[in-house]
């Protein structure tokens, strides 16, 4: 696959301006603020799991406006105040099996693994998106911030922190996020809104740059955008002014916690310059590992370094 964006040299420079709206932190800050009123209603329910050393459940709390969110908790058996990983996963997927996270809670991670709302995992959407959307989720309720999918996405997953604090396993000043996609925008765009990560390990990050990644791909997910503007090429102003409220363009500048980045060059579904452009603005300890031959995809030897990272910044 030949590379399709901007050489190297100028991706590490790459500094497009922010189209932040005025009221973003007017808009965040009153969003947070209903969002903590609201009870977790946490439960949990334990799995037989065949690894004596962990307990494992499937744990529910309440994320934005009475969605009911699932996750697993895993945690090492009689553990107390444990280096703690929260994941969010890729776009229209799910929280996986167990399986996928015994390599961090046999090390004693405590491990909260969160389905995204709607999508295919064990969440519920139970909200109403105003106007028309295309298939997918990227355009449910885009005609105002205030309505759009990803407002309670991104409570839900900040949301997940407050299930971890409220666990005698989770020691509160060590909890890292991760995913992979849109997992990797989740995880930036908490460590943003939210203070208490002190890791972040976003790979490939999607919600990166909207426009221009509209400007040079055409591929799903990001097509869904494009689409929609087809549908309704009179909203094309509303729709990008609703995604300036949630682009980890506009955000990423307020990240504390040291991150660990990822960015394959030939990447065609979140472009290289898309997650530069973030990268870019991010103001704490970071590193990205750059892939020349990478797509857009979780590479096998990068899970190394963040286990190297969690060790430092969580454990040691």
């Known amino acids: 696959m030949p590379q399709n964006d901007l050489p190297l040299e100028k991706l590490r420079v790459y500094n497009p301006a922010p189209n932040a709206p005025p009221d973003l932190d007017a808009f965040w800050r009153e969003t947070l603020a209903e ?3 609201a009870p977790l209603n946490a439960s949990l329910e334990r799995i037989d799991y065949p690894v004596d050393e962990l307990d494992v459940y499937r ?60 999508q295919s995992g064990d969440s519920s959407d139970v909200d109403d998106y105003p106007g028309g959307h295309v298939t997918g989720w990227m355009t449910k309720g885009i005609t105002s911030p205030y309505t759009y ?4 996405v991104y409570v839900d997953c900040i949301r997940a922190l407050d299930f971890a604090v409220s666990r005698p396993e989770v020691d509160p000043e060590r909890i890292g996020v991760a995913g992979v996609s ?21 790979e490939v990050p999607y919600l990166c740059h909207f426009r221009r990644a509209l400007d040079i791909t055409n591929l799903h997910p990001y ?5 929609y503007a087809n549908r309704y090429p009179d909203r094309l102003d509303t729709m990008f002014t609703t995604l300036s409220y949630f682009d980890n363009l506009n955000l990423a ?38 892939y020349p031959f990478g797509g857009h995809e979780a590479f096998p030897t990068h899970h190394e370094h963040k286990l190297r990272w969690a060790r430092r910044f969580l454990r040691g």
């Open 35 to 37: 969002a903590a009123r």
């Open 59 to 118: 744990a529910f709390y309440d994320g934005w406006h009475g969605a009911r969110i699932c996750a697993w908790f895993i945690a090492r058996s009689g553990g107390r105040s444990q280096p703690t990983m929260v994941f969010y996963h890729g776009y229209s997927g799910n929280k996986g099996q167990v399986y996928d996270y015994l390599g961090w809670a046999l090390q004693g991670y405590t491990v909260v693994a969160v389905d995204v709302r709607g």
């Open 149 to 152: 999918y990803y407002r309670g």
């Open 182 to 202: 849109q997992g990797g925008g989740l995880s930036l765009a908490v460590a943003a809104l939210d203070h208490r990560p002190k890791l972040a390990l976003p």
């Open 223 to 227: 097509q869904e955008l494009a689409l």
């Open 253 to 290: 500048d307020r990240i504390q916690c040291p991150v660990l980045m990822t960015v394959g060059l030939q990447d065609m579904i979140c472009p290289p310059s898309t997650i530069f452009a973030v990268y870019n603005r991010i103001r704490s300890e970071k590193e990205i590992r750059v």
